[in-house]
């Protein structure tokens, strides 16, 4: 459905028609099922309310919701039944002001200002569209059928102002109108998304630019880690290094050899003296073609041994039934056999 803002004419304004226009004079049971949801993932700062609203056999959810630039949008969704939404109020529960009121068939009198036993002043409201489907039918936008949606803009400050929301809603399942009034949302905000994991260091790594038979590095560029005892003749990155593969391939750029291209292997090191060979990336036929191409094989390499790993680890908690022993009476019969 499409997105109404706040202010300005309702959708399709000239299309009214009056063939149910009486509905707001219908009787207007508010006594409905007003629990609340649970918080699912959000719009904008990832923020919402949850608002539920069930009665013979209408039932809508609203969630409130902000917007990356702040703003505050509520989006009714039809879970059973349908209805044609013509205005959306909102209030908190501290507002004790005059209350909002749209006035003649979009008002929420009677019971649209009672909720749990109490009275409501709305502190705003957004009309949708007038009573009515007019030409259009169920094809008028603000009509909702089952799992259909309907997304209002409020001038809401905040998601905090906004503690109860009202429905005033015609074409009830053929007939009916409500004036519906939810409250009591539970507020969940967005858990902080992790860390990024730290690159992975490196003690030394081995830009090999000729291998033997056995595959062993013969000729190239050594270097070590910033944390490594310094050898003679041996290349080392800076001290205020970090020892991630960037700055690995950051020397090797500035050092010029060997040339990006004439590299046939890349060996990666770990532990402490002596160091081990922990993996190595040998180059695509052609050699690498620059630095970037370099990095992303190390990323595709990292993430092959990262599901490698997962495998083996699932493969290790994975018992075979075949190897599971049988049970079986052997220890009877030894028990037996000292009686």
């Known amino acids: 459905m499409s997105r109404m803002g706040n202010g300005g004419p309702p959708a399709h304004a000239n299309s009214r028609h009056n ?27 990832g923020a919402e309310r949850l608002f539920s609203y069930e009665q013979d056999g209408l039932s809508y959810t609203v969630r409130v919701f902000e ?4 703003s ?3 989006e009714i969704t039809v879970d059973e039944g349908s209805m044609d939404v013509n205005a959306v109020y909102f209030s908190s529960e501290d507002y004790d002001g005059p209350s909002e009121n749209l006035g003649g068939p979009l008002n929420m009198n009677g019971g649209g200002s009672q909720f749990e036993g109490g009275s409501v002043s709305w502190e705003g409201a957004e009309e949708v569209s007038r009573p009515g489907l007019g030409r259009e039918g169920e094809d008028k936008p603000s009509f909702l059928s089952e799992g259909e949606s309907l997304t209002v803009d409020l001038d809401a400050a905040s998601l905090d102002e906004v503690d109860l929301i009202g429905i005033r809603a015609t074409s009830v399942n053929g007939g009916d109108s409500i004036k519906g009034v939810s409250g009591n949302p539970e507020t969940e905000e967005p858990e902080p998304e992790p860390e990024p994991e730290p690159d992975a260091t490196y003690p030394k790594v081995f830009f090999a630019s000729n291998l033997n ?3 062993d590095p013969i000729g190239g560029l050594i270097i070590l880690g910033p944390d490594e005892e310094p050898q003679e003749n041996v290349n080392q990155l800076d001290s205020d290094a970090d020892g991630t593969f960037a ?6 750029e500035e050092f010029g050899f060997p040339e990006i291209d004439d590299i046939e ?4 090191y770990e532990g402490t003296e002596p160091l081990e060979e922990a993996f190595r990336i040998d180059a695509p036929e052609g050699g690498f073609e620059d ?4 990095l992303a094989a190390y990323q595709d390499a990292k993430a092959e041994i990262e599901d490698q790993s997962f495998e083996d680890l699932f493969i290790a908690m994975t018992v075979d039934e075949d190897e599971v022993p049988e049970d079986d009476d052997s220890e009877d019969e030894e028990e037996e056999a000292f009686i």
Do not use: K
């Open 291 to 294: 630095s970037d191409a370099i």
């Open 213 to 215: 038979d056995n595959d």
């Open 19 to 45: 063939r149910e226009e009486n509905d707001q004079n219908q009787s207007e049971d508010t006594s409905a099922d007003t629990g609340q949801d649970d918080t699912t993932e959000g719009s904008g700062s």
């Open 67 to 70: 917007n990356d630039d702040g």
């Open 72 to 74: 505050v949008s509520a």
């Open 247 to 252: 700055d690995y391939v950051a020397f090797l």
């Open 265 to 268: 292997s890349i060996i990666f």
